[in-house]
């Protein structure tokens, strides 16, 4: 056998040790990133993204999430980092003693791909957009403590008048 073939018996076995999830998530992750650089290259770009890719990404998630009432999806996340420890070390031995060293690596990146996927789609070309004062039209204009009271009362009027608007599930979430 030629260096070459070798080469490529050895790809192809690497490539059979990715499970479909990883496989999925490195997918979204190149799209994440691919989106994430038209971002960084053009607030335009980032604007239009953060409005019809990030915002629905977030409600999905939002929604999700708030199933559990009371707490947030990273409280439980963090009250259970024993947990997830401990299964991680665990699988970690499991995986070297049956020869899983591979589909556990590949399985490790995909869950690490994951979040990275999910906070650039949210939260990253976020950061990207344009100034929220350019986009809104906001002037730099000095204003006085009367001005401000006054403003202050206005809005907690309108506020006040638009809070029966709000869709609430039954425990007062308003996702």
Known sequence: MSKENTKKGALRRALRNIPGFAAVMFVLLFVSLILFLCALLSPAAADFLNLWVSRPVRRLLGTLTSCFTGFSFAEILLMLLPVWLFLLVFFAVRAYKKKYRLRYLFTLC??????????????GIGYHTSPLDRRIGLTDTPVSAEELEKTAKLLQREVNAL?????????GSSL
Do not use: D, P
């Not at 995909?110 to 939260?123: E, Q």
């Not at 809070?163 to 425990?171: D, K």
């Open 163 to 171: 809070a029966g608007m709000l869709e609430t599930n039954e425990a």
């Open 110 to 123: 995909g869950i690490v791909s994951y979040f990275a996927a999910t906070f650039l789609l949210t939260l």
